[in-house]
Antibody, heavy 120, light 113 residues
Framework: EMQLVESGGGLVRPGGSLRLSCAASGLTFSIYSMNWVRHVPGKGLEWVSYISGGSSIIYYADSVKGRFTISRDNARNSLSLQLNSLRDDDTAVYYC?????????????WGQGTMVTVSS | DIVMTQSPDSLAVSLGERATINCKSSQSVLSSSTNKNYLAWYQQKPGQPPKLLIYWASTRESGVPDRFSGSGSGTDFTLTISGLQAEDVAVYYCQQYYGSPLYAFGQGTKLEI
């Protein structure tokens, strides 16, 4: 079964940048659409971004559009999220999540998350 | 935009009893072409990522105990946990994956014993 491992989180000042990575194990990474979801501690889940298997379709939540960029490298089984112009309210645990084929879009596999803290 | 609203925000249920969590979407998530509701339920325990419990509003994910069940259609949905166990303490989220924005989660319901 595919496993997902995020990395790249840390402490960054407002206005700064960070690049998150998600390493996927398994040989079928390229057939799955992938997403980033964030969880603000003590609050709820927020979907951040989507990328199709071949990278031809990309979507962003309005709250990050123009600041975040999602990408993937299927040869390396990796997913990335470039975070620019970071704000205090971007502070969250960021998860990568696989879109399940049988479910038509629910997220069946999640990584353990990487914490991003935006603070001066 | 589709907005998902859960009720209640928190609830306490005795061991062995039934817990019921409601989720309402601001627009229908029922597809006329597939006749499926694009609605999922997740369980999140502290320090852990969310876990998919239910998709298509009522289909249990593989390995999920049958005490978890989902129902509803269109805009109103329910997650029921029958015979509550201590390990079911968690926050539960509904999610639509039908419309705009692409995905949207409810605000979460905290379940306690």
């Amino acid at each position: 079964e595919m496993q997902l491992v995020e990395s790249g989180g840390g402490l960054v000042r407002p206005g700064g940048s960070l690049r998150l990575s998600c390493a996927a194990s398994g040989l079928t990474f390229s057939i799955y659409s992938m997403n980033w979801v964030r969880h603000v501690p003590g609050k709820g889940l927020e979907w951040v971004s989507y990328i199709s298997g071949g990278s031809s379709i990309i979507y962003y939540a309005d709250s990050v559009k123009g600041r975040f960029t999602i990408s993937r490298d299927n040869a390396r089984n990796s997913l990335s999220l470039q975070l620019n112009s970071l704000r205090d309210d971007d502070t969250a645990v960021y998860y990568c999540a696989r879109e399940s084929g049988p479910s038509g879009g629910a997220f069946d596999i999640w990584g353990q998350g990487t914490m991003v803290t935006v603070s001066s | 935009d589709i907005v998902m609203t859960q009720s209640p925000d928190s609830l306490a249920v005795s061991l062995g009893e039934r817990a019921t969590i409601n989720c309402k979407s601001s627009q229908s998530v029922l597809s006329s072409s597939t006749n499926k509701n694009y609605l999922a339920w997740y369980q999140q325990k502290p320090g852990q990522p969310p876990k998919l419990l239910i998709y298509w509003a009522s289909t249990r994910e593989s390995g999920v105990p049958d005490r978890f069940s989902g129902s509803g259609s269109g805009t109103d949905f329910t997650l029921t946990i029958s015979g509550l166990q201590a390990e079911d303490v968690a926050v539960y989220y509904c999610q639509q994956y039908y419309g705009s924005p692409l995905y949207a989660f409810g605000q979460g319901t905290k379940l306690e014993i």
